[in-house]
């Protein structure tokens, strides 16, 4: 876009909305045929590779993920054995997840793919461009959190 072009078109919420829904849809694709997980399943193993042992509830935090949703996820990459689910020695409610071997491997293998789908995504646009998006995608997680 040049830089005299005056954007007419301000539907940020609609234009965000369908941002967020084509990005994770082409991710989740890439992923999936790339690695054999989804994007989500990914996240959680990049969230777990930091956080190993952690409890069910803070990786529901992390993914912004409901109870249901989160145990669904789980349940699935314990049957794909890429984490183990134990009673947490504190607490008899929780759970506390662990990586297999396979989600460890798994979750290193995923931080090149991830690192360039983010490269395709920012390509055309200058250093200072970028800033300006992370500021507002920044200032939206913060302020909406």
């Given at each position: 876009?040049?830089?005299?072009?005056i954007?007419?078109?301000?539907?940020l919420?609609?234009?965000?909305?369908?941002?967020?829904?084509?990005?994770?849809?082409?991710?989740d694709?890439?992923?999936?045929?790339?690695?054999?997980?989804?994007?989500?399943?990914?996240?959680?193993?990049?969230?777990?590779i930091?956080?190993d042992?952690?409890?069910l509830?803070?990786?529901s935090?992390?993914?912004?993920?409901?109870k249901s949703?989160?145990?669904?996820?789980?349940?699935?990459m314990?049957?794909?054995?890429?984490?183990?689910?134990?009673k947490?020695?504190?607490?008899?409610?929780?759970?506390n997840?662990?990586?297999?071997?396979?989600?460890?491997?798994?979750g290193?293998?995923?931080?090149p793919k991830?690192?360039?789908?983010n490269?395709e995504?920012?390509?055309?646009?200058?250093?200072?461009?970028?800033?300006?998006?992370?500021?507002f995608?920044d200032?939206?997680?913060?302020?909406y959190?």
């Amino acid at each position: 876009m040049s830089e005299n072009k005056i954007v007419t078109d301000k539907r940020l919420f609609y234009k965000l909305n369908m941002a967020q829904r084509l990005v994770l849809k082409y991710v989740d694709r890439e992923t999936t045929n790339h690695l054999g997980v989804s994007v989500t399943q990914a996240s959680a193993l990049f969230y777990l590779i930091k956080n190993d042992g952690c409890r069910l509830n803070d990786l529901s935090t992390f993914l912004m993920q409901n109870k249901s949703a989160i145990t669904t996820l789980v349940e699935r990459m314990e049957k794909n054995d890429l984490i183990v689910r134990k009673k947490s020695k504190t607490d008899g409610r929780a759970s506390n997840l662990f990586l297999t071997d396979k989600g460890r491997k798994l979750g290193r293998k995923a931080l090149p793919k991830v690192k360039e789908l983010n490269q395709e995504l920012i390509k055309e646009f200058s250093d200072i461009e970028i800033e300006i998006i992370n500021r507002f995608l920044d200032r939206i997680i913060t302020n909406y959190r």
